[in-house]
């Protein structure tokens, strides 16, 4: 496609319950990054892949967070038991390779926890 | 480890006038850095980069140095317009070149 793009656009969800969040990379784009903006922490870094494989995980908060990338394009983030502070704005962001790369994010998934 | 600090805002200005926000870092290295927008109820976009000491990155009238001596990135602009409201982000690439560490971001407000 054009762009990034993620869906839903927004998810409610009742605290306890597991959801998914989708991210569609641009074509070509062997690097797919999740980040989580929140009126408390800002923009973190959650995950990053290489392909299908996933190298830096290390700003996963919880082991409730995970993520897979299928056919090194579509990635999946599943956050299980779901707890309120899991509210924010998950982002996804593709580039063509590693460090220096532009890399471009999607609009976003708004989750919120009630 | 790696951080990105950047001015608090929000920062309000009318147009035409100066801009400067302010961005400074703590890393290993020499890392690459970005500006990144977001304009209202759109989602993040690079504005600029750059990628070694001295280098200046430039877009849509903005201006960045990277200045390893006071390991800052301020981005600057001589005359703001209305349109250039939006939340900006300073970031750097960490060192192994897996992920972006971004500042809190500022809130730029312009009037006519």
């Known amino acids: 496609g054009a762009g990034v793009s993620q869906s839903p656009s927004n998810k409610v969800t009742e605290k306890g319950k597991d959801v998914e969040l989708r991210c569609d990379p641009i074509s070509g784009h062997t690097a797919l990054y999740w980040y989580r903006q929140s009126l408390g922490q800002g923009l973190e870094f959650l995950i990053y892949?290489?392909?299908?494989?996933?190298?830096?995980k290390s700003g996963l908060p919880s082991d409730r967070f995970s993520a897979e990338r299928t056919g090194g394009s579509v990635s999946t983030l599943t956050i299980q038991r779901t707890q309120q502070e899991d509210s924010a704005v998950y982002l996804c962001?593709?580039?063509?390779?590693?460090?220096?790369?532009?890399?471009?994010f999607g609009p976003g998934t708004r989750l919120t926890v009630l | 480890g790696d951080s990105v600090t950047q001015m608090e805002g929000p920062v309000t200005l009318s147009e035409e006038a100066f801009l400067t926000i302010n961005c400074t870092y703590t890393?290993?290295?020499?890392?690459?850095l970005f500006w990144y927008v977001q304009y209202p109820g759109e989602g993040l976009q690079l504005l600029l980069k750059a990628t070694k000491a001295d280098d200046k990155g430039s877009n849509k009238g903005f201006e960045a140095t990277y200045r390893k001596e006071t390991t800052s990135f301020h981005l600057e602009k001589g005359s703001v317009q209305v349109s250039d409201s939006a939340v900006y982000f300073c970031?750097?690439?960490?060192?192994?070149?897996?992920?972006?560490?971004f500042g809190k971001g500022t809130t730029l407000s312009v009037s006519s």
């Open positions: 962001a593709s580039s063509l390779g590693v460090s220096a790369d532009t890399q471009y």
């Open positions: 890393a290993t290295g020499y890392p690459s």
């Open positions: 970031a750097l690439m960490n060192q192994a070149g897996t992920a972006l560490i």
């Open positions: 892949f290489q392909g299908n494989s996933a190298p830096d």
